[in-house]
């Protein structure tokens, strides 16, 4: 299954080939085909470039995993903050200011020692956009989006997540109705730490539950 944890196969393909191979330093067939589209778009005229860049920006940065980092980070520190996202998530993460477009019903699952959640949409890629930007690739993949559901511990395996046969395993199924957002467990060895300081922790896998977080070094 394709994910981002995995560079192994790239490492291997450069090495077989040599480290001068003319296509190793190239970007993926994908890559150069957008690259090649948002140029053509350039080149005529109908689109902005700088315009462009904003919009790339705001949603890897801005309209992106920060957002949700930060609301999990009030979670963990404010209980009060916690107790209403797992009633309300819509409204507690609107209350931080993140709302808008695929964010409109969320529902937030919190992650125990008993219970790991974890996210899928198993017909297309719904995911909340305010929250955590711009859905990975592994997200979107068929071989995600079919094999999390029927074997969700050895999808989360090759995210390299182990857990006790005893924790339940909960998959959700994110759609155009309602989308998700995981807690995950706070570290270790946190206590004391700013909420920005434990935003920092947070990563955008953890929070679709295929990512478990480990107490700072």
């Known amino acids: 299954m394709p994910h981002d944890h995995d560079h192994d196969h790239d490492h291997d393909d450069h090495h077989a080939q040599g480290e001068d191979a003319p296509h190793s330093h190239l970007p993926s067939e994908p890559a150069l085909r957008v690259k090649a589209l948002e140029t053509l778009l350039v080149d005529k005229g109908l689109v902005d470039p700088a315009a462009l860049d904003e919009l790339i920006e705001t949603y890897e940065e801005r309209i992106g995993p920060r957002n949700g980092a930060r609301v999990v980070a009030k979670a963990w520190s404010d209980p009060a903050f916690r107790?209403?996202?797992?009633?309300?998530?819509?409204?507690?993460?609107?209350s931080l200011g993140f709302m808008g477009r695929q964010g409109e019903h969320m529902v937030a699952l919190e992650n125990s020692a008993e219970r790991h959640n974890m996210v899928v949409c198993t017909l297309c890629s719904c995911y909340p956009w305010p929250v955590l930007g711009i859905p990975p690739v592994w997200y979107k993949s068929e071989a995600y989006r079919s094999r999390a559901v029927i074997d969700p511990r050895g999808v989360l395996a090759e995210f390299g997540v182990a857990l006790p046969e005893e924790t339940e395993v909960r998959v959700w199924d994110s759609t155009a109705e309602v989308r998700y957002?995981?807690?995950?467990?706070?570290?270790?060895?946190?206590?004391g730490?700013?909420?920005?300081?434990?935003?920092?922790?947070?990563?955008?896998?953890?929070?679709?539950?295929?990512?478990?977080?480990?107490?700072?070094r």
């Open 83 to 94: 107790e209403w996202l797992l009633e309300d998530a819509t409204a507690a993460i609107a």
């Open 181 to 191: 957002l995981v807690i995950p467990e706070r570290p270790e060895g946190t206590e």
């Open 193 to 216: 730490m700013s909420e920005e300081e434990l935003a920092e922790l947070v990563t955008r896998d953890s929070m679709i539950g295929v990512e478990t977080l480990e107490a700072p």
